[in-house]
């Protein structure tokens, strides 16, 4: 029979293992401890058998109570969504100038335009509205076809040079590199550069005037402050899209570039392309 080794400062057995001289001390675990453990087996024992628990190849074991999370989700779905329509169906049926006048309806469009934004116009817009090189800043007060309720709606339902809707917004500049000649580019370009800043050459501002009166001014008005009805910009500000400098503007003269947006009333329906235009109205820089 083998002697048991007996601990001889806490006259505790040990286990009969030892590493490097330490042996280790046979101490039972807490009687507590020991029940909650086997109270976890339990109640693990009873999860499993009530809800869905155990992978299978192509699902899992549904558990007697036929619990599922995907359900109770899909029923909360369609509750918010009930909850919803109350305020859809009347942004559906209303027209925009009432929708805005109503604060309740018209801060669900907000909620709702703003989360459709960022799903499908902040990949070209920014987050924020603010924009890029070729497009639009949302924030300001420049607007190619008019930043009214209606103008907005229209633009946004329809896009702008897209060509699956009949209905959208057309404004393509000529090539003038084709129409006059190079010396003249650089006149006109000079003097549309004089209306916000300091061109290269101050002699060519003066024939560029009568250039743009020429050639330009059918579109971009005679004071070069746009005309919306052919979405030509405003020259007279400092908000560029395509071109803020004299070779940018040179080079836009010679071979514009026209950028398209696409129409978002098939895609998305006209309540939210609602919301989207209520908005875009409340970014600040609706007019």
Same mark, same amino acid.
């Given at each position: 029979m083998v002697e048991k080794h007996i601990d001889e400062i806490s006259g505790v057995e040990t286990t009969g293992h030892e590493w490097d001289g #330490?042996?280790?001390?046979?101490?039972?675990?807490?009687?507590?401890? &020991?029940?909650?453990?086997?109270?976890? #087996? #339990?109640? *693990?024992?009873?999860?499993?058998?009530?809800?869905?628990? #155990?992978?299978?190849?192509?699902?899992?074991?549904?558990?007697?109570?036929?619990?599922?999370?995907?359900?109770? &989700?899909? =029923?909360?779905?369609?509750? *918010?969504?009930? =909850?919803?329509? &109350?305020?859809?169906?009347?942004?559906?049926?209303?027209?925009?100038?009432?929708? &805005?006048?109503?604060?309740?309806? =018209?801060q669900f469009a907000v909620a709702g335009g703003a989360a459709a934004f960022k799903v499908n116009c902040a990949p070209c817009h920014g987050s924020g509205a603010a924009g890029g090189a070729g497009y639009p800043n949302l924030n300001d007060d420049d607007w190619l076809w008019g930043g009214d309720l209606e103008s907005l709606h229209t633009t946004i339902a329809h896009g702008i040079r897209y060509d699956g809707d009949a209905d959208t917004r057309i404004s393509e500049m000529p090539a003038f590199a084709e129409i006059i000649e190079p010396e003249q580019v650089k006149q006109v370009a000079a003097y549309v550069v004089s209306l916000t800043g300091t061109p290269s050459n101050p002699a060519l501002v003066e024939p560029g005037r009568q250039v743009f009166v020429d050639n330009c001014a059918a579109c971009h008005g005679e004071d070069a402050k746009g005309l919306r009805d052919f979405g030509a910009p405003n020259l007279a500000d400092a908000i560029w899209l395509k071109a803020g400098t004299e070779a940018g503007i040179i080079a836009q003269i010679n071979a514009p570039k026209h950028g398209v947006m696409p129409g978002w009333g098939t895609r998305l329906g006209d309540a939210t392309v609602k919301q989207l235009t209520v908005y875009v109205h409340s970014l600040g820089g609706g007019e």
């Open positions: #330490i042996r280790e001390l046979n101490n039972p675990m807490p009687r507590w401890w &020991v029940y909650t453990f086997y109270a976890t #087996i #339990i109640w *693990a024992i009873g999860y499993m058998v009530a809800y869905p628990a #155990i992978p299978m190849l192509t699902g899992a074991t549904k558990g007697l109570l036929g619990y599922s999370s995907r359900a109770e &989700v899909a =029923a909360e779905l369609t509750s *918010a969504k009930a =909850a919803q329509s &109350v305020y859809l169906d009347k942004i559906t049926t209303l027209p925009l100038n009432e929708i &805005v006048a109503d604060p309740g309806l =018209a």
